[in-house]
């Protein structure tokens, strides 16, 4: 596996002590900020490199894993921290526990709104999928498309088999709505291809415990009540889920990565 196939370069310094790794499912279109925008307000003397997803099929975590992991050990380049957003905090737990094992130097793990991936996590994103429908599809069929996907979360919340049918539910549902729309064919595999990838994505980190490495890690936490470890306080988790040290920032979940005290912050961090 090529460095470029898995991770994309964000920041590069021949000063720097290392690199740093980044994991997040970035998307064009979206609507969070982005790592991009985290190490726009870092100034110089940073390596950082984003991760880029594997390409479609069924992939279960050590999939994920090995096409990150591997070109990184081959090419035998020190990292020196290891980050993630939301469900990439998952996964960048799962990274520094393997990267540990052959460097010398323990690198660093410090995650944002670190959050576990969950049943109701592909729902909240099949829900958002379905809203973003509200062009093409009439508030009655949203409802509905939104009722099945409950029905099908009920019959079986694992996973792996919601992913599965939660994809194909979309595709039933969208791939008529869309064409009427007008959109061509190669526009519409495009936008089911990003929502399958995401729900791999998702679907996977679900497969990970990720709590050993969290209890060791620096989490900064939004002021958003619904997300990260707020949201896993919220929902009865709070005993469960720890970390070595938590930061408090008054900012937007979906902003926090574009907010300057924040790199600021993260940077001061950094071994």
Same mark, same amino acid.
């Given at each position: ?20 790794? $980044? ?11 982005? &790592? ?32 990150w992991a591997a070109p990184i050990e *081959? ?9 993630? &957003? ?9 990274? $520094? ?37 509200? *062009? ?49 064919? *190669? ?10 990838? &995401?729900?791999?994505?998702? *679907? ?12 060791? $890690? ?54």
């Amino acid at each position: 596996m090529s460095i470029s196939a898995a991770w994309k370069t964000l920041a590069e310094s021949e000063n720097s002590a290392g690199i740093i790794l $980044a994991v997040d499912f970035d998307t064009t279109g979206r609507p969070e900020a982005r &790592f991009s925008d985290l190490v726009a307000h870092m100034g110089p003397g940073h390596t950082v490199w984003e991760s880029v997803p594997p390409p479609g099929g069924t992939l279960g975590p050590d999939d994920y894993i090995e096409h990150w992991a591997a070109p990184i050990e *081959a090419g035998r380049r020190p990292v020196r921290a290891l980050t993630g &957003f939301c469900a990439g905090a998952v996964y960048a737990a799962a990274l $520094a526990e393997r990267i540990r094992a052959v460097q010398d130097t323990e690198p660093r793990l410090i995650l944002f709104d670190p959050e576990l991936s969950t049943a109701q996590t592909l729902m909240w994103q099949y829900h958002k999928v379905m809203g973003f429908m509200s *062009a093409v599809l009439s508030a009655d069929e949203i409802a509905e498309a939104r009722a099945a996907g409950q029905r099908l979360h009920d019959r079986d919340p694992e996973v792996g088999a919601l992913k599965d049918a939660l994809i194909a539910l979309a595709r039933e549902t969208g791939e008529p709505a869309l064409t009427k729309a007008g959109l061509d064919e *190669a526009r519409r595999e495009e936008l089911f291809e990003v929502f399958e990838s &995401f729900l791999g994505y998702l *679907a996977a980190a679900g497969r990970i415990d990720p709590l050993p490495e969290w209890r060791k $890690a620096i989490a900064f936490s939004s002021a958003s009540p619904l997300s990260g470890l707020n949201a896993m306080r919220a929902s009865g988790l709070g005993g469960e889920v720890t970390v070595a040290e938590e930061i408090g920032i008054d900012v937007d979940h979906g902003t926090m990565l574009a907010h300057a005290g924040l790199a600021a912050s993260f940077t001061a961090l950094l071994p």
